[in-house]
């Protein structure tokens, strides 16, 4: 079974050997077909405005990439509550780097790996492990879309929205554990 790869709506790609030692400077704004288009793909009702300004600089190391911006946004989601419409309007800075394939796998394969608990290596404030450039580019308008996605509240709510009178959430139902997870155990209890 191969998976769709998804359509790139907003795509602005910069060919990074045409980005000199000064680097590009990039201003980007949505048309009404990449808005509607980028509403479908992140299941909200409505982008409504979108527009962005980036600067694709050279890393440090040879072959890597830095991408800089700030985006602004006007979006319609429907409200976690009453799913009335509910606008947001977003200003939001970001910086994502970009490094070949091949460093960015050096890169992953670094990084400590742990079967259990991730929050044992998993930090929010770290930073994030470079994007692999893909055919010799740089999509500016999927970091944009990305990055715009990032950006969404993930439970909007209007001021007033109140839950109806005499609602009562179903109880959470009791876990039901695996006989498989309880013969796991027993084997590592019967190892030590």
């Known amino acids: 079974m191969s998976k769709t790869p998804v359509q790139n709506e907003f795509s602005h790609p910069i060919e990074v050997a045409q980005i000199g030692p000064e680097g590009v400077s990039v ?40 991408v800089t911006g700030r985006l602004w946004a006007e979006v319609e989601q429907s409200c976690v509550v009453s799913l009335d419409p509910v606008r947001e309007t977003l200003d939001e800075e970001f910086e994502r780097g970009f490094a070949p394939p091949e460093a960015v796998a050096e890169i992953l394969a670094a990084l400590p790996e742990s079967d259990d608990d991730e929050s044992e290596w998993l930090d929010p404030d770290a930073i994030d492990p470079p994007d692999p450039i893909e055919g010799g580019v740089i999509d500016v308008g999927e970091v944009v879309a990305e ?46």
Do not use: C, M
């Open 27 to 66: 201003r980007l704004q949505a048309a009404e077909s990449v808005r509607i288009a980028l509403a479908k793909r992140f299941h909200i009702p409505a982008v409504l405005s979108l527009r962005a300004e980036l600067r694709v600089q050279p890393g440090v190391e040879s072959g890597h990439f830095q």
């Open 147 to 192: 990055e715009l996605a990032l950006s969404l509240n993930p439970y909007p709510r209007k001021p007033d929205a109140e839950l109806p009178a005499g609602f009562t959430p179903d109880p959470e139902p009791e876990a039901k554990v695996s006989p498989f997870a309880v013969l796991a155990q027993l084997k590592k209890g019967s190892e030590k």
